[in-house]
Every structure is written in C-alpha cells, then in structure tokens.
C-alpha cells in the first residue's frame, strides 16, 4: 500500500471529527479527513452573518448531555456558556396570541386552562403519574380517566399534531414514538426544553471548538471534497485516488448515497431555512418559538439568545420549513424517517457495507438514527475504544 494513510474519515461533522481526532492522538494514526462542505462542524457549524450576529446556518444547536466523558472530551477544547434553553408554543388565543411552554408543563397547565379547572387537572396528573414525571402525549392519550383524555387532546391538538404534520407529514400516531417522546408533558413547573445536567454553548461557538479538535499534526483535513469523487467501492476492495486503501475506512455521510442508492434512496426530511435580520435588540420572547396551530413554518429560532452575543440594535432569526429530502443537488438529508420499512432498506445498505472489513459507518446519517451530537460523540469515542483496543 503506497497510501501515507492510516485511516481515511468522511464527514468532519461530530462523528467525523471527534473518531478523527481520537485515531490520530489516542490511536497515533495518520488520518485524512474529507468533508464534502467548504467548512468543518457538519450540521452545527456556525458563523457571523453579513451582520456580525453568530448564527447556526443549518439549524439551531444546543449542547446537552448526561454522559459526563462526552462533556469532560470536548470541554478540552472549548469553554462554555451557561445556557438553558427555553421554548414557548404560540398558538391563537381569543384575545390574540398567547406563549404556552414547550414540553407542556405545569405552567402551561394553569396557563391554558382557568384556575379551578387548572388545580383539578393537576391534582389527578400528579396522582396518576407522580410529581416530575413525563409522560409522552401517546401516553397520556391512553389515558383511562375522562378528564386526562381531555386534556391529552388539548395538548395534541396545540402542540402536537400540527407541528408534527408540518415537520414530518405524518400524524404524531403515525411516526416513531421516540420522536415525539423527545418532548414530553412534564408534570413540573420547570420551564427548560432540556433537563441533563450539562447544557450550554461554546463559548466561542461550535465551529472553532470543531477546528481546535481537528488541529492535530496526523490528521489533515480537506474540505469542499466530495469523497465519491476520490473513493472507489468494488467487491470487498476500497479504492482511495485509484490505488487500494486497506486502512480503516470511517464513513459518516449518508449510506445509500455510498452505494449509489442501488437499492432505493432512503427517506429523510430536509429543511429549508429563511433568515431575517432586525434593526432590534432582540425579535421574540424565547430562543425558540414553536408554531403549533398556524403558519407553515415549524419555527423561529433568535440566535442572540441561544449565543449570549451582545450585539446591541441588531438581531438574526431563522425559520424551519420542513419538506421531503429528495436529493436534489444542494439539499441536505436532516432527519431520518424512522419506520419498520425504512429500517429494512437501512439493513440492505448495511449489509452491503459489512462486505468491506475496513469499512465502518459512523453518525447520524450513516446509522440513519436521530442522534442528538452528545450521542454521536459517545459513539465516536466508543467505536475509537473498539478499534484501538
Ligand atoms: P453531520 O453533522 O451531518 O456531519 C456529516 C458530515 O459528512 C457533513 O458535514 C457532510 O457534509 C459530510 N459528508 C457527507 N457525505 C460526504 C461525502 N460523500 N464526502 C465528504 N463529506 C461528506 N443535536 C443536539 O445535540 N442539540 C441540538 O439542539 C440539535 N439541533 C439540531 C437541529 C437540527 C435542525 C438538526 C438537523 C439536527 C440537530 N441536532 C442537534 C443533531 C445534530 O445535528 C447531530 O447529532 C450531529 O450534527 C450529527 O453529527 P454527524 O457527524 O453524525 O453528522
Ligand atoms: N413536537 C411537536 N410540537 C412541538 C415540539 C415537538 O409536535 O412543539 C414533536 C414533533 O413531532 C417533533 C418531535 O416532537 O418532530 C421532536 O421535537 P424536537 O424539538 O426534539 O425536534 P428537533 O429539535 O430534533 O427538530
């Protein structure tokens, strides 16, 4: 093998960076990494907008985790940010509009409902299910208390099944139960979207962080290269440049697209998202504002929350628009669509990668899970245990 390689990494979002950085510190390998976008950071990347605001170009991102070697591995190589996030749902009210906290709490309760009906209401959840508890709204439809039931289907109706329509095209029954389990009714009056103990921002946001983990001497990194264009897969062999790489091949892009999506593209939403900019102090009332009754869009996001950036008069939302990823040029496959089908065409490509003993598939896309980043880094950081033991 003439290839001055070790291990070749494709993507340098979290997956790619942190098995990166590992392979070649831990592991002491030379390790390319070939990252199809101009930048590093994959889908958390960040940067200053024409107006100075830091912004998330690819949907807002949130540092939270319990798993204590995730946030002690990249605290290496950022400070961070005290930040809790707080959501509010902005439905239609009879006298204008009105901010229910999102997950549905406590306070959304007494919120929504006036107070006599409000203390009922929450008296028998906290003896049915226990004070703190959370309960998926699935959950909480099944209900066998009249009353529950009732409130089940005010919360479905104003903050689920809209929401889910506009992001998934599927009703709330229709989907993966993980997924709307992520934010639960939460028998509490605490109003954070996250509850880990670990939550917060870098410092300096999340694209330097990604560039002090890729600053390595064995690891070089190439952006604006699309692997398919250096990458040959055929029969068992992998072809790096035309020459064969019998090193570790770490894959963390999409696997169909790997394999040419010979067996069918596999379904995924995308995004589409619009940026405004307001000679303001700040635009909304949260970080993040749900729509779950109107408007096409899923929501807004006001970055200057989220950063801590003072930037005084000026400030830079976004809005999520949600559609079918059809992998159009410029389109970027977000989220899988996670069903027993979809899963079966997952084994097929898996099954086709398992016939390469140097190939590992490694991420969000390449597992087609919906993995939060902290979950990426505690694989990443596993699998680099597994292949340096
Ligand atoms: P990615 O970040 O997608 O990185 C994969 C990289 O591989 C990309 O940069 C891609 O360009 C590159 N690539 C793909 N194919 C090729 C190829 N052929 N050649 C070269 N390069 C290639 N997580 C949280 O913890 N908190 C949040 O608040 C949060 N918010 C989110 C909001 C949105 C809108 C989305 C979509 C996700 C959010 N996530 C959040 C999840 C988070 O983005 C992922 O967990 C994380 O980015 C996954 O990292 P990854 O490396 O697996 O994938
Ligand atoms: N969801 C909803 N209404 C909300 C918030 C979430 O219906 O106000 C559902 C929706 O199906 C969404 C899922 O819960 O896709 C997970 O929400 P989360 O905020 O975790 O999504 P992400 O930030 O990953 O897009």
Excluded at 60 to 81: C, E, G, K, Q
Excluded at 121 to 137: C, D, M, N, P, S
Excluded at 147 to 164: K, Q, S
Excluded at 206 to 227: K, S
Aim: with cysteine.
């Amino acid at each position: 093998m003439n290839q001055p390689y070790d291990c070749l990494v494709i993507g340098a979002g979290m997956a790619g960076a942190v098995a990166a950085r590992e392979l070649a510190e831990r592991g002491g390998k030379q390790v390319l990494v070939l990252e199809r976008r101009s930048h590093v950071g994959g889908n958390a990347y960040d940067h200053f907008d024409q107006d100075g605001v830091l912004i998330h170009q690819y949907g807002p991102h949130i540092f939270h985790t319990n798993n204590r070697r995730v946030f002690d591995y990249l605290s290496r190589f950022t400070a961070w940010r005290n930040y809790q996030h707080q959501v509010v749902a902005n439905i239609p009210a009879a006298d204008g509009r009105q901010d229910l906290p999102v997950p549905f709490n406590l306070v959304s309760l007494r919120a929504a409902f006036p107070p006599e009906q409000a203390a009922a209401l929450e008296k028998k959840l906290l003896e049915t299910y226990g004070a703190e508890r959370k309960v998926t709204i699935l959950e909480l439809r099944e209900s066998s208390d009249p009353d529950l039931r009732a409130l089940a289907d005010f919360v479905y109706e104003h903050v689920f099944v809209r929401y889910t329509m506009k992001q998934w095209g599927q009703k709330p029954e229709e989907i993966d139960p993980a997924t709307t389990a992520r934010v639960p009714v939460f028998l509490s009056e605490d109003c954070r979207y996250f509850q880990d103990i670990h939550q917060g921002m870098p410092l300096e946001g999340y694209t330097p962080m990604f560039q002090r983990l890729l600053d390595h001497p064995n690891l070089t990194v190439e952006t604006g290269v699309d692997a398919s264009a250096r990458l040959t897969l055929e029969d068992g062999c992998i072809l790096l440049d035309g020459e064969a790489f019998e090193g570790l091949v770490l894959y963390t892009g999409a696997v169909d697209e790997l394999f040419g999506c010979r067996y069918g593209r596999l379904p995924y939403r995308t995004l589409d998202f619009t940026f405004e900019t307001y000679a303001q102090d700040f635009w909304q009332s949260h970080g993040t504002v749900n729509y779950t009754m109107d408007q096409d869009y899923t929501r807004i996001t006001e970055f200057k929350y989220l950063t801590g950036q003072e930037l005084p008069g000026v400030t830079t939302i976004m809005k999520e628009y949600a559609r079918s990823y059809t992998g159009a040029a410029g389109e970027v496959p977000y989220y899988a669509v996670i069903n027993p089908e979809n899963n079966a065409l997952y084994a097929q490509y898996q099954a086709e990668a398992a016939r390469y003993p140097n190939l590992r598939l490694l991420g969000r896309l390449a597992e087609y899970k919906y993995y939060n980043m902290d979950a990426i880094a505690a694989r990443a950081l596993e699998l680099c245990d597994e292949l340096l033991k």
